[in-house]
Structures are given as structure tokens and as C-alpha cells.
């Protein structure tokens, strides 16, 4: 259900974003927010226990010392390397997001594939939030609430490119264990999480001025 829940939202911010044609940033994040606020008003940030060993084990279960999550994960970024790299869809994809009035005039059906694309992402959010309430037994609206600033500076720090039509799936894993060894380092170090944001804002404007000037330097 949290899964198809996930597919509806991807849904609506296609609407959003292609029939409203508000920027497709600024509909995410606006829909997160929305989202988030909602969890918070049904729920009253109450907490729901779910103590079924068959719900509890994708997230925290392990198969000969490898958790099924990450089994799962690194299972995910293969099909979508090869959905990028190997198909017709994922070349148009970047095609789209490098120039999508150009895409369209060549012929590409830039909205099907955004469409496809948001509902796709929809589906894979649904997913990690069924596994992080599995891996801990319960739901909660509080729970992850910097999230979103936590894969925005790993897509941002990975080299994806906010303009569009640049970024790769390893690109992203490897900003994924970047980042994440920079916050487990905190942890163990006890820093507090408000310097931890900072210095997550630090990495996020060097990685943009990076980008930047590299584009400079390309045209």
C-alpha cells in the first residue's frame, strides 16, 4: 500500500509539473512538505508498532550476515544502471533532461516518459518508506524529517547536474557512501546534527560552484 501510495504522489507531481508547468524542483519539494504535513495532522505524529516478525525482516533481516535491505538496494542500483544505460527509455530520459523542447521535436514522447519516470520515483520513495518502517518496527511522522536535505546533497555531491541531462546511477551510489560515512563519522564523533546541516550546506554550494565552472569551461 505504501508502495502504491508512493506511485500516486510520483502521479501527481507529473500532473504538476507537466500540466501546471510549475518547475519541477519547487513541485517536489512542495509536495514533500505537503505530504510530511498531512502525516502529521491524520496521524497527530503518533506512533504505530508493528511487531510482525514477517514485517520486521526485509528491514532489518539479514541472509548470512548481509542485510536483505542492502542486498535489495544494490539489487536496485543494477536493474537501474541497466535501465539508463541499456534501453531505449533511459537514453531518451537524458535526452529529455538535457533539452526536452528539442527532445520533443525529434520526436521523443517527453511527457509518457516523464510521466513514467515521476511514477517510477514515486514507487522507489513508497519503497524506502516501507523499509524504514520495517527496519524499525514502526511508523512515525517524525521520523526522518532531513531526509530530503540528506538526497538532496548526495544527488547534488554524486555530480548530478540541477539543469538536467547530466548524472549517473554509480555517480549517485558513490555520493551515497560519501555522505554517509561523513555522518556516521559525526555520530561517533558526537557532533551535533545542527553542524552536521551546516556542513552539509558547505558541501552542497562547493558542489555547485564546481559544476558550474566546469560547465564554463565545456562551453
Not at 524506502?128 to 536535505?149: E, H, K, M, T, W
Request: charged share 10%; net charge positive; hydrophobic share 50%.
Amino acid at each position: 500500500c505504501a508502495i502504491l501510495v508512493g506511485g500516486v504522489i510520483g502521479l501527481a507531481n507529473a500532473l504538476l509539473i507537466l500540466g501546471i508547468g510549475i518547475n519541477p524542483f519547487i513541485a517536489t519539494v512542495g509536495s514533500a512538505f505537503v505530504v510530511n504535513g498531512l502525516s502529521f495532522v491524520l496521524t497527530k505524529n503518533a506512533a504505530f508498532i508493528v511487531q510482525t516478525s514477517d514485517f520486521s525482516i526485509l528491514g532489518s533481516g539479514r541472509f548470512h550476515g548481509i542485510p536483505y535491505s542492502g542486498m535489495l538496494l544494490l539489487g536496485l542500483i543494477f536493474v537501474a544502471i541497466l535501465i539508463l544505460k541499456r534501453t531505449v527509455y533511459g537514453h531518451m530520459l537524458y535526452a529529455v533532461g538535457g533539452n526536452s523542447e528539442a527532445s520533443r521535436l525529434s520526436g521523443i514522447p517527453t511527457k509518457w516518459i516523464s510521466v513514467v519516470t515521476y511514477i517510477g520515483l514515486g514507487l522507489c520513495c513508497g519503497l524506502a518508506g516501507f523499509l524504514s518502517a520495517s527496519q524499525l518496527s514502526s511508523a512515525q511522522s517524525s521520523v526522518d524529517q532531513n531526509f530530503l536535505f540528506d538526497v538532496m546533497t548526495i544527488v547534488i555531491v554524486g555530480g548530478t547536474s540541477l539543469g538536467g541531462g547530466a548524472g549517473s546511477i554509480f555517480q549517485t551510489t558513490i555520493g551515497l557512501l560519501i555522505v554517509a560515512t561523513i555522518t556516521n563519522g559525526f555520530v561517533l564523533l558526537d557532533v551535533s546534527p545542527f553542524y552536521q546541516d551546516i556542513l552539509k550546506g558547505i558541501i552542497i554550494l562547493l558542489a555547485l560552484t564546481f559544476d558550474s565552472i566546469f560547465k564554463r569551461f565545456r562551453n
